[in-house]
């Protein structure tokens, strides 16, 4: 691999044993893939940050790179294990309070922003054609889709060393050519909410595992392409696919590739395959994952007015950015006497769920529905935020 010769002093240890273990780590992962080079990056987002997901090994990695490892550009990370600044309305145990605290504490110290969200894209808006070294899927696929960025899907430990160098190796979505469709999915039938979006995207990522489809089909908010990707993602290893008439990367409608329709009753069978529960059974509804802005908590807040809510029979858990916890205090008590309760900086995915008894949950993210029965043992029903709280109001 061709290095500069800042990059040969990194790897020489001359910046410090820090630095010279990420560029280590990045140098051989980026030979083992057959890239020539490396590039510079505009911002790294870090998954793997949840002590229940990386353990004392992890919390271990993470700590010797703190020790005197500093970031050298815009860096941020994914949610933690429980809400930040509030009182999780499930159990968490002591000892992962305390380890995940050393986690943040690391990654402050590091220089990383106390982000905690899924949804980097709301912090800093990625430019089309720069590059990044984003960890998470969802928002892998959402900043190449969406913003016409360009990441890899990279895993934690790489992330991590990424933040410390400001470089990735220059291969696969990094490279043009590889950012070409290679499948054409045309859908004969309406996508009318992020929920359906996310059905969509289940039925893409299971299937299409490796290509790069363009979607052909009309799309009314941002919100529906964060869901199609955050499902696609999940469902499969899909990292970007083309939306039409929105990703930045649209040429119009692929000639020469495979072709797929899909109609209503491809999408009705893929949510009878997601869905594990009834609404009935449902005991919460999470929402959230990706992470809300503070948008959909106003919303919430509208609805429950509206209806001149005094308590929901069943509660709420909204999934918020770690960084947004204060600015959305204001509404906390109200929302809590209501029984909706804000989960600043975590997801119910990579917390704790399994520990508390909770056996079936609802929710509109079908990322959400496809991990929580693997994760955790929880059973899912898919519904929209309006329907349960019309459903459980009193």
């Not at 998470?136 to 990279?154: D, F, I, K, M, P």
């Not at 990292?239 to 040429?251: T, Y």
């Amino acid at each position: 691999m061709y290095l500069t010769r800042e990059e040969e002093r990194i790897l020489n240890g001359e910046e410090g044993p820090a630095r010279q273990l990420a560029m280590k780590l990045i140098v051989r992962v980026g030979e083992a893939l057959g890239a020539e080079r490396l590039v510079k990056v505009a911002h790294v987002h870090a998954s793997g940050i949840s002590y229940s997901n990386i353990g004392d090994y992890g919390l271990e990695f993470i700590e010797t790179l703190a020790r005197d490892g500093k970031v050298s550009v815009y860096s941020t990370f994914n949610p933690a294990g429980f809400p930040l600044g509030e009182k999780p309305p499930y159990p968490v145990p002591e000892t992962h309070v305390e380890k995940q605290r050393r986690i943040i504490g690391a990654l402050l110290r590091m220089g990383f922003e106390l982000s905690a969200t899924c949804i980097p894209y709301m912090l800093r808006k990625p430019r089309p054609g720069e590059h990044l070294a984003w960890g998470e899927s969802s928002a892998v696929a959402v900043a190449n889709t969406l913003y016409g960025a360009r990441t890899n899907r990279e895993g934690g430990p790489v992330a991590l060393a990424a933040a410390l160098v400001g470089r990735i190796y220059l291969w696969g979505l990094h490279l043009g050519e590889n950012r070409l469709p290679t499948v054409l999915v045309r859908v004969n039938t309406g996508v009318d909410d992020e929920l359906d979006a996310g059905v969509l995207g289940y039925l893409v990522g299971k299937n299409l595992s490796g290509e790069l489809p363009y979607i052909d089909v009309r799309m009314k908010a941002r919100r529906q392409v964060i869901s199609l990707c955050a499902a696609a993602a999940a469902a499969g290893n899909t990292a970007m696919c083309i939306v039409r008439g929105i990703s930045p990367e649209d040429r119009g409608v692929p000639t020469g590739v495979e072709k797929i329709v899909v109609d209503g009753d491809a999408l009705r069978r893929a949510r009878e395959e997601v869905e594990t529960a009834s609404i009935e059974e449902a005991e919460l509804f999470f929402t959230g994952c990706p992470h809300h802005s503070s948008d959909v908590v106003e919303k919430v807040v509208e609805l429950l007015e509206a209806r001149s809510v005094t308590r929901l029979r069943r509660p709420v858990w909204i999934a918020v950015p770690g960084n947004m916890g204060e600015s959305l205090r204001r509404y906390g008590e109200w929302l809590r006497r209501r029984g909706v309760y804000l989960l600043p900086g975590t997801c119910l995915v990579v917390g704790t769920l399994r520990k508390s008894g909770i056996r079936a949950i609802a929710t509109d993210s079908v990322k959400t529905a496809f991990y929580m029965p693997r994760r955790h043992g929880v059973r899912v029903a898919l519904a929209s935020l309006k329907e349960f709280i019309e459903a459980h109001a009193s």
